[in-house]
């Protein structure tokens, strides 16, 4: 449930803000200021991308499945529509036909094997975080959407953010990184709710991959993230092993492996090897602590005084600096925000540079004929 105008309002007067931030707004800055003030103080439309695109409707077939909207088969029904849909509509393109096929069959995936939660399942509960800046004596709000939450058998609230993205980043200072929105919403939890921090966790569902749980010989549980759609090869090393233990000529290993990664399934495999092998959502788990909570939200007023003190600058071209484009950020600017190049004179100066003076627009070419 998304607030409305006058829920914000009274939230504002409540706490005596004249702005309520969003976790967006602050990664925004924390990505790139020059696109802070495009997008917050120039008022620029706001583009889409492909993963974004994607992103929406993964989150819309399962959010519809928790909220009773789709039964369990028919998300991947809803899904393939939305792809077509897509593929009919959209403008935004992947990097490559690879990229797009392995992508959608990772997802497609996820909506045909998909664990169920069994739990009730609340989806976009809405969330207001206040921190008190006392060093520069002001108040700080946020307002956030939690993509799904439920209480376990065990007491605690699981926060559940849906991730299409790559699993790259979400581990060591990486995962602290990307987990600060769902801390974020913890401290609102645990500030609103009385949830203490012990009983919350920050849980990300990793949708384009499977956790594959791998009992060793000594009954220990490995764990291996792979991508869903060819995780079979990920775990050649262990099955070459495991098949060769039991007698099998190494053409015969070679064989049986080579199809069983062809068809990204242990069909073929001998039933006692298949027995090592359990597939589950890939969920990376985070706790946190009221110590980190309390870091956190002295970060965040750090940054907040440093985005406020810019917007009043006289010159907010110097305060908000425009970004050079090189191999570090390409990827974001001709793949998440390349909207955005319009707006990047130096970006702009090179095409004058580049472009043949007598170069004709294609729109001026079409409309000779018209």
Known sequence: MRLGYEERKMIMDRFGVDKLWSFSRLSTYLNSPWEYKLSYIDKVE????????FGTMSHNCIQDFYDGK?????????????????????????????????????????FQTTEIIPFEVKNEKPVCIHIRDDKRDKDIVFIG???????????????????????SGFSGAGLKEHSRQLALYACGINQFRKIPFEKIRLRFDMMKYYNVE?????????????????WVGGMVAKLRKDLASTGLDPFEVDEIVENAVEANSLVGIPQ???????????????????????????????VVDEIDTKEKS??????????????????????????????????????K?????????????LALFN
């Open 353 to 365: 540079m580049t472009k043949p003076e007598n170069e004709v627009a294609d729109e001026d070419l």
């Open 272 to 302: 006692e090897i298949k027995d090592k092998f359990t597939l589950k959502n890939c969920y990376i788990d985070v706790t946190i602590t009221e110590e980190e909570a309390n870091e956190m939200k002295q970060f965040i007023c750090d």
């Open 314 to 351: 006289d010159d907010l071209e110097k305060a908000f600096p425009e970004p050079i484009l090189n191999e570090s950020n390409s990827f974001y600017f001709t793949q998440l925000a390349s909207h955005l190049l319009k707006y990047h004179k130096g970006y702009q100066e090179e095409l």
């Open 214 to 230: 791998y009992t060793q010989k000594n009954g220990k549980v490995a764990v291996s993230k792979q991508e869903r759609c060819k």
């Open 70 to 110: 789709l039964e369990y088969d028919e998300m991947i029904e809803e899904f393939d529509k939305q792809t077509l849909d897509w593929r009919m509509n959209s403008k935004n393109k992947f990097m490559s036909e690879n990229v797009e096929a392995g992508y959608i069959k990772n997802l497609r995936n996820y």
């Open 46 to 53: 706001r583009g889409s991308n492909v993963y974004f695109d």
């Open 145 to 167: 959407y939690v993509d799904s939450e439920y209480v376990d058998e065990d007491g605690v609230l699981n926060i559940v953010d849906y991730k299409t993205s790559s699993k």
